[in-house]
């Protein structure tokens, strides 16, 4: 399978406790992006990384998270001290610099905190 | 600010019909736009996009159409098959500027056999 990637798929947690979610894109796109997902809603966009530079973050991204793409191939998105409004699908994207504009979504992370 | 509204959050189709999905966006910076479909579970799927340059785009049983006049997309899609049954949402971007998709709420739509 050539698509976007991301694991767990599914990931319930006690309120307080930490949580990280892997992102491994299509292999030849250097652009990565984490979005968030509530019921109901559209995907709201949270951070995006060219290569391993992260160029952009919303304010949706308190201090509790944080994201990462150490080697500008899979990236990891880490939500500290979890809270009940966390609960969410976690969707990454990817796209190439070049050429088509599209981003390409994974299949999500839904995070359920108790 | 920038922002993506749907007119409609359902609809519903019979077999064989074509669906109408509309969009309207407010920020006239937007140069870029893209239909995606979610099926329950999943991520967004790419369906079409469209750039500003662009007043209609046309792929397998979809056509998108844009009026920059009036800020409004729409996504026809043909022959609408049980298949189709999915969330639609629809996404601006401004090319060259924050590389971040701005979404609408979405639109379900049922098609009834």
């Known amino acids: 399978d050539t698509g976007v990637s991301q694991d767990p798929r599914h990931k319930i947690t006690k309120r307080g406790q930490n949580v990280t979610f892997r992102c491994d894109p299509i292999s030849e796109h250097n652009r990565l992006y984490w979005y968030r997902q509530t019921l109901g809603q559209g995907p709201e966009f949270l951070t995006y990384?060219?290569?391993?530079?992260?160029?952009?973050k919303s304010r949706l991204l308190s201090d509790r998270f944080s994201a990462e793409r150490p080697k500008g191939s899979f990236s990891t998105l880490e939500i500290q001290r979890t809270e009940q409004g966390d609960s969410a699908m976690y969707l990454c994207a990817s796209s190439p610099t070049t050429g088509r504009a599209e981003q390409f979504f994974g299949p999500g992370t839904r995070l359920t905190v108790l | 600010g920038e922002s993506v509204g749907l007119h409609l959050p359902t609809l519903s189709v019979q077999e064989g019909d074509n669906s109408i999905i509309n969009c309207a966006y407010s920020n006239s910076a937007s140069d870029y736009f893209i239909w995606y479909k979610q099926e329950s579970g999943k991520g967004p799927q790419f369906i079409i996009d469209i750039r500003s340059n662009m007043d209609k785009r046309q792929g397998q049983r979809v056509t998108v159409l844009l009026n920059k006049t009036v800020k409004h997309l729409s996504l026809q899609i043909a022959a609408t098959q049980p298949g189709d049954s999915a969330v639609y949402f629809c996404a601006e971007n401004i090319q060259g500027g924050s590389e971040k998709l701005v979404f609408g709420k979405g639109t379900k739509l049922t098609v009834n056999p």
């Open positions: 990384f060219q290569n391993e530079a992260q160029l952009e």
